[in-house]
């Protein structure tokens, strides 16, 4: 196909982009406005437009892929879409109960605008920043649309990054069920199982009405480091600096236990007979490998047991839409979509922490559980033991020599840290749903092409713990009476005590968001060039985000002396009967509301070059500020097989509703000197400062600061800005071959993070507005908060290439690559700071992660690898379909590896998928895939942020994974 130029009207549909004909070289398809062909050209919406145009024609240059794509690549779920995405740096498999989120540029989720039918969603309502892709109905999807560059023109905050546009089907006719499983190869966990129908009813182009609804249910099983042992072999973690040293003594069933509670771990009962695997092991003490040696044996948590590499989940999701075309060409559409999802997150084994009594259980003589007493084993000591000393464990003669007694226990209370066993690994349920009903209208009115539609959304999210959690002084209670063994597997009562002192699904965190908007779109030729008709559009919208925070509950809330619920002036609950998790919350509504006007025009200057522009300004009421974003971008067509454009623009994202009025202040206490009053040559090292004169050492030097992490009131925080350009060339060498080449660059500036209260310390002067004094002049607290930081620069290019080979007789052959290539990605950690540079590299310097431009995304470091890529291979003969792809990043090279080991280059990362597909049974589609086929497994890397030893963000630890999926219409 040639990149032919269009004459009159319609050559003034096109933009700053090749036309969606152009993009079928990468293998994406033309959008659609229907299930079925309609008498007329239709004109649809495009992401990154006002103007509805032609369908086959595009405003802006989109990576489109149909549904039926994403699964010849043998996607069992969205996130594998997000995951392979060239233009997305999206975490993988354990990101977070968020669910996965699209990651454009790499610039966090907050940046990435997702959309559903053109329209937004209400955001996850933790943060109030992003939406996840759990929420998209799967089985009533028909494309998904991904601009990746600034669309703030047209689209507002948050677009930063780009956008992905996810459309439904526009009318299903029939009936289709689908059933899919996917299973790793290797036993264990991971496995996933789905179900989905629609049932539709009505004929747009006859009957003028349709209407279908969508239902698909997913469940996918937890996959722990058990299942894959020989993945945690800890000859090769040790290459990687993990157990060269053994691990200190930790809470685990089989408890370690002290005479007191600040020394609770000198001897354990059963580390002489194993430690009772799986749940715990033995271990010789971290200082074991010294020399000297320095043994402290006893037992610890078995990581394979305890720890899950990927969480299991649940998606459902319900979509309907009712649709009628009118006469006069107007149509009206109502879009109904419930979809929840929960992230089984599990938490490994529960002990006290900070909040409960005493981090700590005691165990007083009278139990029969008692060290010495028949049921559990005296200890073995050497040297000295007078019933009232702590004699060092007996090992064996050559690490521990000496004189071998039983320790005299003298009837002493011991003390020491425990988590059940029976109750496997803990996990919290985070229930979340999203709710919307949008109903829009669009048709042509006295020459005028209009749109509008009101929406209305809501998202929830209730933190559940599940399993696994029990109530600390319950627990206690059964130490003290003789139910409970802290140093082996629960009798029979034991158990029954155990379940009944368990806190299952109770929520102790209640999120909600709101997103309510009508909005009114107007297009229409104005005038009349040499290239074609000029067209104009303006829009305006008006939205209301909100949210709603709930109080902590209060159930297991411990009280004071006074009969006074322990939560402190902030709200924070500081004492709690919940072992493992806190309630928390703040009772608040919050609310902002935002106006909105656009305007776009094409102007088509000639038959060969074209100028598009859009601005968009926002009034957001709570900031008290109008941000105006234009955009400019030009096309230019010299000759019928290349097409040349480019576009200039800017952006903005407004600081989330909870960054602006948190309802739940976070408050933290520190051992610190005053870098001013008390300066230091080590200012985070309390006690090692000098008082200035007028003050003395009690008053200014290591003393307990409050400082603020969480402000009720940060209004004065700034959006985010950001400039933008791309320029870049569409060429048709010969017949069938396209080629795409864009170069891309942002700037951000004002880039909201986190700063620390180790930065203050160190810079005090440059924070000196962070620091609060009294009248007298001492510290009242800092706030080391949500603060507009430094600047971020990125550059790259998106290469395309796609091939269709000439027909043969065995069949058709289409191949195509879709990548990016990072130039640059560096930024500022902190204001007017150093930069960094984050390509190609992994680290676990906390500036690239809480205080830098990444700060959001799972509270991991950003990984940018130079060059990512998707690949495939597809193949036609008949009823026979075939596509073998291929995804792959570059490695890494480690800046901060984990002590104790000497790797720091972190390998590149390729899977292969093949898919199968057959549709010679009538009304019927087989598929059979393999995914990972060549079974790689994610990079091993020693960076500390990555505890088990591989880079589980780039990929994931099933390994061959077999994918049957049957469909069938009626």
């Known amino acids: 196909m040639k990149l032919e130029n269009r004459p009159g009207p319609q050559r003034a549909l096109m933009a700053t982009a090749v036309s969606l004909a152009l993009l079928q070289m990468t293998g994406h398809a033309h959008a659609q406005a229907a299930a079925q062909p309609e008498p007329q050209i239709q004109s649809v919406q495009v992401t990154g437009s006002l103007i509805r145009r032609a369908a086959d024609e595009g405003a802006t240059a989109l990576t489109v892929i149909k549904a039926t794509e994403l699964e010849s690549r043998g996607h069992t779920e969205l996130k594998d879409l997000v995951l392979e995405q060239p233009q997305s740096l999206s975490l993988g498999t354990n990101s977070g109960a968020a669910g996965p989120v699209t990651n454009l540029r790499g610039l966090g989720p907050m940046r990435t605008l997702t959309l559903l039918n053109g329209r937004r969603l209400a955001n996850e309502p933790l943060q109030d920043q992003y939406v996840s892709v759990n929420v998209i109905p799967r089985i009533a999807l028909d494309r998904v649309e991904t601009l990746s560059s600034g669309a703030a023109s047209i689209y507002g905050a948050d677009a930063i990054g780009g956008v992905q546009n996810y459309w439904t089907k526009r009318g299903f006719e029939g009936a289709q069920i689908k059933a899919e499983y996917a299973t790793p190869e290797m036993s264990g966990g991971g496995d996933t199982k789905s179900v989905g129908a629609i049932f539709g009813y009505g004929k747009l182009g006859t009957d003028g009405f349709n209407a279908y609804i969508a239902i698909d249910h997913q469940k996918k099983s937890a996959l722990f480091q058990q299942d894959r042992p020989d993945q945690h072999d800890p000859a090769i973690l040790r290459t990687l600096g993990l157990g060269i040293t053994p ?101 490994g084994m529960q002990a006290p922490g900070a909040v409960q009594p005493f981090t700590t259980y005691a165990l007083p003589s009278s139990s029969r559980f008692y060290p010495g007493k028949g049921i559990t084993p005296g200890v073995q000591v050497v040297g000295s033991n007078t019933g009232a000393n702590t004699p060092a464990m007996f090992i064996d003669p050559a690490k521990t020599p000496g004189a071998v007694s039983t320790l005299n226990m003298n009837n002493r209370p011991i003390y020491f840290q425990w988590g059940p066993a029976e109750l496997g690994p803990a996990y919290r349920n985070d229930e979340q749903s999203n709710d919307r009903l949008v109903l829009s209208v669009e048709g042509d009115v006295m020459g005028w092409d209009y749109r509008a539609g009101a929406n209305y959304g809501v998202s929830k999210r209730d933190t559940r713990v599940g399993g696994g959690y029990i109530l600390y002084s319950k627990a206690q209670e059964g130490f003290n009476n003789g139910t409970l063994n802290p140093f082996g597997l629960q009798d029979a009562a034991g158990v029954e005590y155990l379940r009944s002192i368990e806190a299952r699904d109770y929520t102790y965190r209640l999120n909600k968001a709101y997103n309510q908007s009508v909005d009114l779109t107007l297009s229409r030729s104005v005038m009349t060039l040499a290239g074609g008709d000029v067209t104009f559009a303006v829009s305006g919208e008006l939205r209301r985000d909100s949210a709603r925070t709930s109080n902590a509950p209060l159930d297991y809330v411990l009280r004071d002396a006074a009969g006074n619920y322990s939560i402190d002036a902030a709200g924070n609950v500081t004492r709690s009967d919940l072992v493992g998790e806190t309630p928390q919350g703040v009772a608040k509504k919050l609310k902002r509301d935002i106006a909105s006007l656009v305007m776009e025009a094409d102007v088509p200057l000639t038959q060969s070059f074209l100028l598009n522009g859009s601005v968009r300004a926002d009034r957001y009421d709570d900031l008290k500020t109008t941000t105006i974003n234009p955009k400019l971008a030009a096309r230019w067509q010299p000759m019928s097989e290349l097409v040349l454009r480019s576009s200039v623009s800017t952006g903005f994202r407004a600081p989330s509703i909870m960054d602006i009025q948190n309802p739940t202040p976070e408050v933290r206490t520190i051992d610190m000197d005053d870098p001013v009053l008390c300066p230091s040559t080590q200012p985070t090292v309390s006690g090692t400062g000098q008082p200035r004169p007028g003050f003395t050492a009690d008053q200014v030097c290591n003393v307990s600061t409050t400082y603020w992490t969480k402000t009720p009131n940060n209004d004065f925080l700034k959006p985010e800005k950001s400039r933008g350009f791309s320029y870049g060339f569409a060429y048709e060498p010969v017949k069938n071959l396209t080629v795409t080449v864009d170069y891309w660059g942002l700037k951000l500036k004002d880039v909201l993070g986190a700063l620390t209260i180790a930065e203050v310390q160190q810079n005090p002067a440059k924070y000196a507005e962070y620091i609060i004094r009294a009248p007298n002049g ?52 902190e204001k007017d700071g150093v930069w960094f540079q984050n390509v190609g590299i992994i680290t676990n310097d906390g500036r690239f992660g809480a205080a830098g431009p990444n700060s959001g995304l799972a509270g991991m470091p950003q990984v940018n690898p130079r060059w990512k890529h998707t690949a495939s291979v597809s193949y036609t003969n008949g009823p026979w379909g075939a596509t073998l792809s291929q995804r792959y990043q570059t490695g890494l090279t480690d800046l901060t590896p984990r002590a104790g080991s000497s790797l720091t280059e972190v390998d590149s990362y390729s899977q292969y998928n093949v898919n199968v597909r057959y549709k010679g049974i009538k009304n019927a589609t087989i598929s059979l895939g393999v995914n990972n086929i060549t079974e790689e497994w994610p990079p091993l890397t020693a960076n500390s942020i990555y505890s088990g030893g591989y880079l589980t963000s780039m990929a994931d630890m099933m390994g061959r994974v077999y994918r049957l999926s049957v469909e069938y219409k009626f």
């Open 247 to 347: 691990d200190s003594r930790n809470p685990n069933p089989f408890a370690n236990f002290g005479f007191t509670r600040a020394a609770n771990s000198n001897y354990n009962p059963t580390f002489a007979t194993g430690c009772g695997a799986p749940y715990s092991i033995p271990v010789l003490g971290n200082q074991s490998a010294n020399t000297p040696a320095v043994y402290a044996p006893g037992c610890f948590r078995n990581p394979l047991y305890w720890n899950a590499v990927t969480d299991g989940s649940e998606i459902t999701t319900v979509a309907a839409r009712a649709s009628w075309n009118l006469s006069g060409g107007h149509k009206i559409d109502l879009d109904v979509l419930h979809s929840e999802f929960t992230v089984q997150k599990f938490r």
């Open 778 to 829: 001492v510290i009242d607290h800092i706030v080391a908060s949500q603060a507009n930081r430094g600047q971020t620069r990125i550059r790259g290019a998106d290469v395309a290439v796609g091939y269709r080979f000439p027909t043969t007789s065995i069949g058709v052959f289409n191949a195509k690559i879709d990548g990016t290539w990072y130039d640059k990605y560096e930024f500022q950690g």
